[in-house]
């Protein structure tokens, strides 16, 4: 009954708050355009609904990025058996049909309504529902659970934060995570805080961050070496995943390097593309030269800053760079995946802010595989000392790259697990219980 009466509470919130999440999809299209279409979509009406399918939902683009793996291995096992990719935001939306053009079915989600997901799964009949990460909706789960449709949270992350706001409302919360049929979780801290939360140890797997098996694949490496050559021979680091208010930090410490090495370039990648034309104007006042990605120019001699202002093109500039910092980490935004320039043994560099990835890096603080900068000055020493030195360089890169290596096979456990899920499905129980299973750098000494 109270579980009712929550779930009840909380369908009847979200009614109440709908014209107001309208209205601020409305506002946010004042910059973003996309956000004013398709709003049939987030009310339930596709154009199709592909049956019987592998339903994966992740919801931006960090989700639909580590997600790019299981969809490529999933079509070349399973080609009989359709995906349906669904996110919630434009460019989440961008970066699905970038990534796989028209090989996947996509839309965005519903609105969490009751309703509106329960005609949804009625008419999908998916064999299964993967969660990327932590995009928990209560009413989608409900459906899910009524018409036995099994639900996997893949490539799971619970912050403390996020499960004290969990146990803040847990009438609703932890009859929703006990409704889950397997919970993937990256890391021991992970598992440990679901279990906190009331789920059954049996549903848990640490199978590891399947990020680590991102791999950079031969168009984006082409397109490297083919910017390499036009750009010439020069010291290059990148920025990625910047936040607003980071690029100001990162432009003083470019400028400071530039004392050292006047050539040098600085390839800035902002999180959310649609910020690139304030930072256009934060170059111009601060008198830098630059070239931009979205007009398909290449930076000259004279220019000392590329700013990449497209989508899904991050392992390519990666593969240009001879150190790299991943963003939101100076300004303690919690920080951004350092999986990706470790797999291409690149020196990484982060502020002290990233909690977000706590498990990863303070794992790859212990191997020396991440260097922590505390201000824009020693972000300047750390970036000199790498660019002047290829030794310093191959250090760190292959420290970086060597951790990057023993944490892979996440990706292999994952589809095993799903496979299995699928086939059980039939079964009387129509679960997978899996006994918790460290990934390979927590079993290593």
Known sequence: MKTRLALTAYSLIWRLLLPLVLLRLWLKGRRQPDYRLRWAERMG??????????WIHAVSVGETIAAKGLVEQWQKRHPDIPILLTSMT??????VRKLFGTTVHHAYLPWDLPGLQGKLVERLQPRLLVIMETELWPNLIHACRRAEVPILLANARLSEKSQRGYQRVSALSRPMLKSLTGIAAQHTPDA??????GVDERK???TGSIKFDTKLDARASLLSKQLLKKIGTRPIWIAAST???EEELLLRAHSKLKVKLPDALLILVPRHPERADRIGGLLYKQHFQFARRSLDQVPTPEQSVFLVDTLGELMTFYGLAQAAYVGNSLTGGGGQNPIEPASLAIPV???PGYTNFLTIVEAMRAEQAVVIVESVDELRDRLLGLLQSKDLRDTYGQRAYLFYQH???ALKRLLTWIENLINLHSTPTGQLLLMRRKPVNENRQ
């Not at 009406?45 to 399918?53: A, D, I, N, R, S």
């Not at 434009?90 to 970066?95: I, V, Y």
């Not at 440990?192 to 939360?197: C, E, H, I, P």
């Open 349 to 351: 560099l982060m502020g």
């Open 45 to 54: 009406h596709w154009p199709l609904y592909p049956q019987g399918c592998l």
């Open 192 to 197: 440990d805080r679901f279990v906190a939360l």
């Open 407 to 409: 944490q892979q096979g």
């Open 204 to 206: 848990l797997q640490v």
């Open 243 to 245: 936040h607003d208010g």
């Open 90 to 95: 434009p460019t989440g939306s961008a970066a």
